[in-house]
Nanobody, 117 residues
Framework: QVQLVESGGGLVQPGGSLRLSCTAS?????????MGWFRQAPGKQRELVAL???????NYGDSVKGRFTISRDSARNTVDLQMNSLKPDDTAVYYCYGNTIDLSTYWGQGTQVTVAS
């Protein structure tokens, strides 16, 4: 099993920055392959924000490219998301994501990010 715990959400003005962090724990953390972030806004489907694969390749959703940066520390079992130039459309619940070599998937409980003036 893997547990994912997020932190760092909150309210920020348009153009501002936030940093989200996610820490993995549990007996299967050494089996983690990919880690990343998804988000879900009210009335919309959950969408990819950013992902770091086991080979350290990164993938970003089109709407965040150039503004968000994902980083991963395997020694600390963490994945962070630096969000700059935030827009009201970035308002959503952000979920930490991870999968393991047996193809199991795990989600954090979510952290709210609100971008408003």
């Amino acid at each position: 099993q893997v547990q994912l715990v997020e932190s760092g959400g909150g309210l920020v003005q348009p153009g501002g920055s936030l940093r989200l962090s996610c820490t993995a724990s549990g007996r299967n953390i050494f089996a983690i392959r990919d880690m990343g972030w998804f988000r879900q806004a009210p009335g919309k489907q959950r969408e990819l924000v950013a992902l770091v694969t086991s080979r350290r390749n990164t993938n970003y959703g089109d709407s965040v490219k150039g503004r968000f940066t994902i980083s991963r520390d395997s020694a600390r079992n963490t994945v962070d998301l630096q969000m700059n130039s935030l827009k009201p459309d970035d308002t959503a619940v952000y979920y930490c994501y991870g999968n393991t070599i047996d193809l199991s998937t795990y989600w954090g409980q979510g952290t709210q990010v609100t971008v408003a003036s």
